[in-house]
């Protein structure tokens, strides 16, 4: 069974804090999403990465595939009240390229 | 409108009854998703398509049943609701490829009494 494991579960920060999102497995993925879901709302799509190593940037949100395309971190830069939510990462595998869903971190920027 | 729209966006259901979820998309995509959301179990898939004429089961299927009536539409049924179905439910559409994302509508949150 493939998992994707995220950490933390749960993150409680004041604002202008840094943080990072861990997304971690064994297998190997296509390509890595991340995800943020704020509540009553379905997830919305942050970002794909798909080549090892690759880094792309979201104003100050910064993701990364690992090497192995293996694992991915999400990282924010002075966190504001806008960025709460539940970040989730699913990663794309077999021919069909389903997604295997992390249980997702949820993250609570404190003014 | 919305890409992705999921009626009823709340529902509350005796145990036994049938219900219907009903999904529509405009995204012109042929794959459509269900999912169920648990607190700490994050997305659960319960069926999936690729195109009108392929429906799968996915990882917790049992309970549920589904109909592709169209390319745009996807829905989800309980024959028998019962308690531990209370859940988050949602619809989501897909290109096909690695570099798709995954296009959710804003969720049913259904309760089983």
């Known amino acids: 069974t493939q998992l994707l494991e995220q950490s933390p579960q749960f993150l409680s920060i004041q604002e202008g804090e840094n943080l990072t999102v861990y997304c971690n497995s064994s297998s190997v993925f296509s390509s890595l999403q991340w995800y943020r879901q704020e509540p009553g709302e379905g997830p919305v799509l942050l970002v794909t990465v798909v080549t090892g190593g690759e880094v792309k940037k979201l104003k100050r949100l910064t993701f990364q595939f690992g090497d192995a395309r293996k694992d991915s971190s999400l990282h924010i830069t002075a966190a504001q009240p806008g960025d709460t939510g539940l970040y989730l990462c699913?990663?794309?595998?077999?021919?069909?390229?389903?997604?295997?869903w992390g249980a997702g971190t949820k993250l609570i920027i404190k003014p | 409108d919305a890409d992705v729209t999921q009626t009823p966006r709340n529902r509350i259901t005796k145990t036994g009854k049938r219900i219907m979820l009903e999904c529509s998309q405009t995204?012109?995509?042929?794959?459509m998703y269900w999912y169920r959301q648990d607190p700490g179990l994050g997305l659960r898939l319960i069926y999936y398509s690729f195109d009108v004429k392929d429906i799968n089961k996915g990882e917790i299927s049992d309970g549920y049943s589904v109909s592709r009536q169209a390319q745009a539409k996807f829905s989800l049924s309980l024959e028998s609701a019962i308690p531990n179905q209370t859940a988050l439910y949602f619809c989501?559409?897909?290109?096909?490829?690695?570099?798709?994302?995954?296009?959710f509508g804003s969720g049913t949150r259904l309760t089983v009494v």
């Open positions: 995204k012109g995509h042929d794959r």
């Open positions: 989501a559409t897909s290109g096909e490829g690695a570099n798709y994302g995954y296009t």
């Open positions: 699913a990663g794309a595998t077999g021919s069909n390229y389903q997604l295997i």
